[in-house]
């Protein structure tokens, strides 16, 4: 079992930064891909990046490649995501996730095993 906890959400103006972190447990860490998914009301959740183990490889989707970065500490077995030039849209829950393997097997909701209980992230105009 992994345990993950989420922080750093809350209200941001549109244009600013945040950096969400996900704290694990349960497991090795550097044993487990790590990914970024948001869900805003109405919408279906969806991947924003996946990392490796090792934190070698990552993974982006295509809507926020160059503005959010995920990264990983595994010292400290935290994930993290920097989301830069924050929009409206941007406005969801946002939630980590953990895979059983240390390469990314897949970057659909059914590929992640562990899921904390999300930060929500609101974006002011």
């Known amino acids: 079992q992994v345990h993950l906890v989420e922080s750093g959400g809350g209200l941001v103006q549109a244009g600013g930064s945040l950096r969400l972190s996900c704290a694990a447990s349960?497991?090795?860490?550097?044993?487990?891909?790590m990914g970024w998914f948001r869900q805003a009301p109405g919408k279906e959740r969806e991947l924003l990046a996946a990392?490796?183990?090792?934190?070698?490889?990552?993974h982006y989707a295509d809507s926020v490649k160059g503005r959010f970065t995920i990264s990983r500490d595994n010292a400290k077995s935290t994930v993290y995501l920097q989301i830069n030039s924050l929009k409206s849209e941007d406005t969801a829950v946002y939630y980590c996730?953990?895979?059983?393997?240390?390469?990314?097997?897949?970057?659909?909701?059914?590929?992640?095993?562990?899921w904390g209980q999300g930060t929500q992230v609101t974006v002011s105009s």
């Open positions: 996730a953990a895979q059983d393997t240390a390469s990314i097997v897949g970057v659909g909701i059914k590929s992640f095993n562990y």
């Open positions: 349960g497991r090795p860490f550097t044993s487990a891909a």
């Open positions: 990392i490796t183990g090792s934190g070698v490889g990552t």
